[in-house]
């Protein structure tokens, strides 16, 4: 069985610049979650997503950055005009049934921002 | 607001020496996960506690849940190089119907010298 994939795995974009960061759950799976992760820090909840509907987005930053899950192909995480201190890794986690205590995670996406 | 403390942040030790980092809260929880995540990769689990006064153990790593539910502690026993890494807990922020999205603590860098 694969696991979460995510890619690409390193993306440097320019201030401005649009990223895109996309992530294909494990099969069978049908809740996505994006987290970010500063250098030395824990991991930040952003967004979580089933096919077609944002549940909780209560960790997105208001403006820039958008999620989506549709119902065929990769959940994406967009953030439009980057800025410097968007450079972080964002990582993404799958989980097939609500409620259940075990989320598994993909290898993440590190984004630099020049 | 950060909910759960781990202590300490940073750790560097011999290999053969047993260390124990811990992670704190004031807040009660139904359960609590460790996750190690290694350099450049995604955090992998490693348990779930789930009763208060638990302790569960994985080869040489003993982790134990608070009697309150309130803190949960790591042991490990004759540390090993491939120990290294950042050492996460965690709580489901979820709901019965809104998921499992998980909040992370601070996190423990552990580097175990050969």
């Known amino acids: 069985n694969a696991g979460v994939m995510q890619n690409p795995r390193h993306l440097v974009r320019r201030r401005g610049q649009e990223a895109r960061l996309r992530c294909s759950p494990m099969k069978g799976h049908s809740h996505v979650y994006w987290y970010r992760q500063l250098p030395e820090e824990g991991l930040k909840f952003m967004v979580y997503l089933q096919k077609e509907n944002i549940i909780d987005e209560s960790g997105m930053p208001k403006e820039r950055f958008s999620a989506e899950f549709p119902k065929e192909g990769p959940s994406i995480l967009r953030i439009q005009q980057v800025v410097r201190g968007d450079s972080a890794a964002y990582f993404c986690?799958?989980?097939?049934?609500?409620?259940?205590?075990?989320?598994?995670f993909g290898q993440g996406t590190r984004l630099t921002v020049v | 607001t950060q909910l759960l403390e781990q202590s300490p942040q940073f750790l560097s030790i011999q290999e053969g020496e047993n260390l124990t980092v811990y992670c704190n809260s004031s807040s009660v929880f139904s359960s609590l996960q460790w996750y190690r995540q290694e350099p450049g990769e995604g955090p992998v689990l490693l348990v779930t506690v789930v009763t208060g006064g638990e302790v569960k153990k994985l080869k040489r790593l003993t982790f134990q849940f608070g009697d309150a539910r309130k803190d949960s502690s790591l042991h490990i026993t004759a540390a090993q190089p491939g120990d290294t890494g950042l050492y996460l807990c965690?709580?489901?922020?979820?709901?019965?119907?809104?998921?499992?999205?998980?909040?992370f603590g601070t996190g423990t860098s552990l580097t175990v010298i050969p």
């Open positions: 986690a799958s989980s097939s049934l609500v409620g259940s205590t075990e989320a598994f």
């Open positions: 965690a709580y489901s922020g979820g709901m019965v119907n809104t998921g499992n999205q998980f909040y």
